[in-house]
């Protein structure tokens, strides 16, 4: 049984590819850190982030560390996945952590401008 899982929080599409690119990030994630991952979706989509919790709980995890696919500190980071994860930790016995979300990694500008000079240089003259 794994002692640690993760939750990769999306917002849920209604357009399946965009649903389907969350879970397979989260695979590519368990498979990059050797730790069970989970995708749950904000809403328009299943699983919701409770039932990812959940899933991931019911799997063993003492420990779940949610991973907030966002760019921005909007109100889905700062009230929505905050008020589901208070809801989670007083349903779940399992310790459940909510890492920085997407955009505020420190490499995100380099990233967007590697995208952009990759754009750039593929310009037909």
Known sequence: MPDDALVLVGHG?????????????AHTLARDTGVPTFAGYLEMTEPTIP?????????GARRIVV???FLSPGMHVNRDLT????????ELDVAIE???????????????AELAGNALSARVP
Not at 13 to 25: G, Q, T
Not at 83 to 90: D, K, T, W, Y
Not at 101 to 111: C, D
């Open 83 to 90: 008020e589901i994860v208070a809801a989670a930790r007083a």
């Open 98 to 112: 909510i890492s920085d979300f997407l955009g505020a990694h420190p490499e995100v500008p380099r990233l967007l």
């Open 51 to 59: 039932g990812a919790l959940r899933a991931a709980a019911a799997s």
């Open 13 to 25: 599409s209604r357009a399946p590819e965009a649903n389907a690119a969350l879970v397979d990030l």
């Open 67 to 69: 991973v907030p696919y």
